[in-house]
DNA sequence: TTGAAAGCGCTAACAG
DNA sequence: CTGTTAGCGCTTTCAA
């Protein structure tokens, strides 16, 4: 490895018979300088090939052009997580487009770390958490409150006073589920709703209250409109649950699934019981990318949340904050009921 | 926001009567100081809520303490992919635990960009290319030959002779799978391999090779172990060219799949037919994480590949390059072959 | 339009 | 064991 000595702003301003402080304005396309000058400029600094020095930069304009992304905790080993791998897509793309470079930042926020230590190590300009669960709900309040740039995927926080979030139908599509369904003349459903060890419950109960409000809303009884929950790596217990609905006096007429694999294991139940799809029982399952579904035959109609789309916005929106542009961006990034052929559109007319 | 002056290093030095040299060694562990004087300093950075300046202790150091970490390319949405996010959650782990943090640099490598010009720019200590295929295979000879260090997974490429990967067995368990099938009385066999829109065909050019080595070695013929691509979003596809190897004269004893919702599909396919897994056909896939498989029923044989071994092994290697440990690390994470019910140990006892 | 010079906050000889 | 000092490479007033 040559240790030629590194080229720096000074070479490439002696090069140009300029001084360091022009090259720095052009380099930043700041301030005035004329149109002949930067020529001459770029071109000796691609002949010498240089490279402004990123630490150098930062600390001299206290900026990082750099977005720490706090995901869900890593540690434990869990399944197709297509939320994450999706949104980590669009806020690369987005990140890309805007010249940010994005960290990786779980580090900062051990527990002992303090939130205005993270501020003032100025790693970073600004902090995204996607759908990271109650754990970091102490460092977004007083990142909010200290005003430092931050992101943070779901519905508005109490004490997030400025919308700092990017939305996209959480609660929103299991209620749109029960409506669909009661609206095309779907009479009994179910929406199961998957639980792995460690993981957070709080995301089960905002389901099971999800369906009991709808119930009360419509008058409905539990055997109308049940919620279940399944243990994912018992798919006996799936399996159990499933059959019972299906065999019972009213038959489940729709379900919905938050897990591929279970949709496949529901369709193997289903077509094993010698019932079809979606003539007896309708399916729906979410999906974190748009052909999520057509691998399954006949093909799921799915929630499709646009989890590539959040990425994309949640950086979008960070940056607009970092850079005080105030451009109004949507923070709502609706997800599409697709259509497929697991589900009618409506009950009436699939006999035929 | 309060516009409090910045608190330094020399605010944390005139506060105990030491030097700033004195506090950086003790900031840094390096160099001599008294226990006394340490303590002294430490209780002063915690009642100024004193935190180093990253960006100021990369100029004066010319290191980062970050890997930039370049994954498979983003903009194509695509299913599940287990192999990143496992890697993913190993890299961060291993990174939090040496004190690295991780930047998604898939920015540095865009075409335009001169290798020189991105180790000059010292964004990161170090690379690491996971499963990112050819398309950087020009960056990463260019990168080993400039002595950055460099770590990616796979088999060793040829322009690197220090190897510089992490090898998970991937060219392996399909080999291995076939001579386990072979050993234990399986005589007709199948290999699937899912074909994606805008996939690299490299892949599946891999696995028919494999397919076609081992017929070579073992003297077998076509229908005793057959390759089989399909499109993974056209189940028909894969739909018939199962059910003829099950209805054939010789039908098959067991397949390989190499994405999780075909094996679901398999499963259907299998049991609308009256089969039985595995007395009739045995199943087994691959999986990224240690309980892929247990969410089917009969519970999947997997070959377990630990992505995130190899994610936490790359960082480890990485750091033991950068900082110049000369450590032994291993460079192989063997991949597990999981036996569960859907493949027997031995086919000769499963009927009895 | 350009230049001079004072930092940004920290590290690392070297001297004591 | 501790202090002095010279950078690290760039940004940013303030003058010219």
């Known amino acids: 490895m040559e240790s030629q000595k590194n080229i720096t702003i000074y070479d490439i301003a002696q090069a140009t018979n300029l001084s360091i402080a022009t090259i720095s304005r052009i380099i930043n396309k700041k301030g005035r300088y004329s149109a002949e000058t930067e020529s001459r400029v770029i071109k ?3 002949e010498l090939g240089y490279t402004p020095s990123a630490s150098a930069q930062s600390l001299a304009s206290n900026q990082t052009h750099t977005i720490g992304l706090v995901l869900p905790f890593w540690s434990i080993q869990q399944p197709n997580d297509d939320f994450t791998i999706q949104f980590l897509s669009g806020a690369t793309i987005a990140a890309n487009h805007l010249k940010y470079d994005l960290l990786l930042d779980n580090r900062s926020f051990v527990p002992s770390a303090s939130t205005s230590q993270i501020i003032k190590r100025r790693r970073v300009d600004g902090f995204i958490f996607a759908s990271v669960g109650n754990s970091y709900q102490h460092f977004m309040a007083e990142l909010i409150a200290a005003d430092f ?11 997030d006073r400025n919308g700092n979030n990017v939305y996209g139908g959480h609660e929103i599509y299991k209620q749109d589920f029960l409506e669909i369904c009661y609206q095309k003349g779907y009479h009994n459903t179910a929406l199961f709703t998957s639980y792995m060890q460690a993981q957070e419950l709080q995301m089960v109960e905002i389901s099971r209250q999800i369906v009991e409000d709808f119930r009360l809303k419509k008058g409905l ?15 006996k217990s799936f399996q159990y649950a499933l059959e019972e609905l299906l065999t019972q006096k009213n038959p489940v007429e729709a ?28 399916v729906v399952a979410t999906s974190h990318y748009s052909r999520g579904g057509e691998e399954f035959s006949p093909k799921l109609t799915t929630t499709y949340v646009h989890s590539y789309e959040m990425g994309y916005r949640a950086v979008e929106l960070l940056v607009n904050k970092i850079e005080k542009k105030g451009l109004e961006i949507e923070h709502d990034v609706p997800y599409s009921f697709l259509y497929r052929e697991s589900f009618s559109p409506s009950k009436k007319t699939q006999n035929q």
């Open 221 to 235: 009884t539990q055997e109308q409109c049940r919620f279940i929950m399944y243990d994912y790596y018992n798919p």
């Open 255 to 282: 379900i919905y699934l938050d897990q591929f694999p279970t949709c496949s294991q529901a369709y193997s139940i289903i077509k094993a019981m010698g019932l079809r799809i979606p003539e007896d029982v309708a």
């Open 149 to 159: 740039p931050t992101i943070y995927t779901g519905v508005q926080l109490p004490f």
């Open 44 to 46: 000796a600094m691609e």
